[in-house]
């Protein structure tokens, strides 16, 4: 009995797994982070991944709500210990294996999580950081590495999703080769993904190049522009990406690694928070750039390789740092509260028949009520009022630039209130602002500007920490389903 019930669970999982394979195809992923002061719940969104098809998830950290709600799905999932784990993962002999242990084998069992990938870092190397991880991270890679091996979880591999400026920034993407003060933690690195058949893994960000420098010409950015090509030798790169890629292959190249593998960790266009962040341009590139990837053509150093890129990102995350900008809390393909923001064919590029993304089914709203400025009253305090909602909440939409920015000072102070009002939960007194706030059930929004309206907080089931089991009723269920969809497809 005990015998043939294993057999059975292996026999579903093999069969699961055989079914998504024929399923995904494809190379892109997304990047799914959590920052947002009411995260959607993860079962809303995994059950939105499974209807588009997206098979890749990348995360930030080791969420065990969100890595458990992908048991049972096939989804391959990256998890991640993030920067601040690091200094720790490099010099406690305990904590890479503690960590695995409770990050990664809890949820390797029959009808689990298809952890794939543990991300070890988040752009360690990135200027802004000055150095603070430089030396702890390599370390902690390879202790999370070995770790891996020692729990006997031989399918899932270490990376570190390296930020571009990891490379020098040459005139030509031929003439590139890592930083020198990193080449050392570079080559040791690559010298561990080498052995271990990982790929170097890496963000692009043609909007930041924009951002950064309004010079940029921003149909580079683009992949169908061709006014601003670069010459390198006999190639012409039409577009940023493709340079920036190549620029990569080069440093590898120069390191000593002339085939390393190559994955896109994040790339992707925000829709709000700056003039270029518009949703056609965001739906301009990432349609362009599935279209390129899942064409499978290459770049010119790599023609006809594909190559693995995570969009980012899923969904927006309200609370996340502006500090680079702030269309920070706007990358996501759906707003937060999962809400598609455009049309996109992540099919496109592939045999498969054109699709056009969906988003979350009957997200879990609070009720429909927003708080808006009350005009005719006493206006003395409105400003302070209004920057004490702002601090509190996000009103990254109101700055120059942004969906609404267009908006007059009523408005614009009612944007700000309502902000507040739904990261409050929607709690009266949070509608107050000295008798300034009034509750409405009309929504607000207009043109561009999207007044938000707030998502139920979730509270994580009780014995969250405790494995998720397919009970046997589950599980002939799903044979049977699966055995149908064998039979038929
Ligand atoms: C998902 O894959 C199934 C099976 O291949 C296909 O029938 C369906 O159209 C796809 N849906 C989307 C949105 O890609
Ligand atoms: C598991 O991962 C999360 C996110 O990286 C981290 O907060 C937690 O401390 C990890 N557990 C252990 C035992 O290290
Ligand atoms: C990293 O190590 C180098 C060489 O040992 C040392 O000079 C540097 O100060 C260290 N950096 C940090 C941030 O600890
Ligand atoms: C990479 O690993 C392969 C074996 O898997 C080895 O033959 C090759 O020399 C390694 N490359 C470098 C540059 O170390
Ligand atoms: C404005 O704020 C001050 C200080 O909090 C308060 O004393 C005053 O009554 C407020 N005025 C109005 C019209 O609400
Ligand atoms: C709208 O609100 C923002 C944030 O408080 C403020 O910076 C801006 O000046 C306001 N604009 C108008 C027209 O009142």
Request: charge should be negative.
């Amino acid at each position: 009995m005990i015998k043939s019930k294993v057999w059975f669970e292996k026999w579903l999982v093999v069969c699961f797994f055989v079914l998504c394979g024929k399923v995904s195809r494809s190379t892109l992923g997304v990047n799914w982070g959590t920052n947002s002061i009411n995260p959607m719940p993860p079962g809303y969104l995994v059950k939105m991944l499974q209807q588009n098809n997206i098979t890749k998830v990348k995360l930030f950290d080791a969420d065990y709500h969100v890595v458990s709600s992908m048991a049972g799905t096939g989804i391959e999932v990256m998890v991640a210990a993030p920067n601040d784990m690091l200094y720790n993962l490099a010099t406690d002999p305990n904590a890479a294996p503690d960590w695995v242990k409770e990050n990664v084998t809890q949820f390797l069992f029959n009808g689990g999580v298809n952890i794939r990938w543990v991300a070890v870092g988040n752009e360690p190397f990135l200027s802004s950081y000055e150095g603070i991880y430089v030396n702890t991270t390599f370390p902690a890679f390879q202790n999370i590495q070995n770790a891996l091996i020692q729990a006997g979880h031989s399918e899932v591999r270490a990376i570190i999703p390296f930020n571009a400026d990891i490379m020098t920034d040459a005139p030509l993407p031929s003439q590139t080769t890592f930083k020198p003060e990193f080449l050392t933690q570079v080559m040791q690195v690559l010298n561990v993904l080498n052995s271990t058949g990982a790929p170097f893994s890496v963000n692009l960000y043609p909007f930041i190049s924009k951002y950064q420098n309004p010079e940029f010409p921003l149909d580079f950015a683009f992949f169908d522009g061709s006014a601003s090509p670069v010459h390198d030798g006999s190639i012409v790169y039409e577009n940023s990406f493709d340079a920036s890629y190549d620029s990569l292959v080069s440093a590898l190249s120069a390191a000593g690694f002339p085939n390393m593998p190559i994955v896109i960790g994040e790339i992707g266009w925000p829709t709000d928070g700056n003039v270029y962040a518009t949703i056609p341009n965001a739906q301009k590139f990432n349609q362009e750039f599935i279209n390129h990837v899942q064409t499978g053509l290459g770049t010119p150093l790599r023609p006809n390789m594909p190559f693995e890129a995570y969009l980012f990102s899923l969904i927006d995350e309200d609370i996340k740092s502006i500090l680079p900008g702030p269309f920070e809390r706007h990358w996501g393909l759906l707003y937060f509260d999962g809400v598609v923001k455009y049309p996109l064919d992540l099919s496109a590029g592939t045999n498969a028949p054109s699709t056009t993304l969906t988003g979350v089914q009957y997200p879990p709203y609070m009720s429909h009520q927003y708080c808006v400025l009350n005009p005719n009253v006493d206006l003395t305090n409105l400003t302070e009022n209004v920057a004490y909602a702002c601090s509190r909440s996000d009103c990254t939409p109101l700055y120059t630039g942004s969906s609404c920015a267009f908006l007059d000072a009523v408005d614009n102070a009612s944007y700000a209130f309502n902000s507040y009002f739904q990261f409050q939960n929607q709690n009266p007194a949070a509608c107050n602002f000295q008798g300034l706030g009034e509750v409405t059930t009309q929504d607000p929004s207009q043109g561009t500007c999207r007044f938000i309206l707030g998502l139920i907080a979730e509270t994580p089931p009780s014995g969250a920490r405790s494995r998720y089991v397919l009970n046997l009723s589950t599980s002939l269920t799903i044979f049977v389903l699966l055995s149908i969809l064998l039979i038929f497809t």
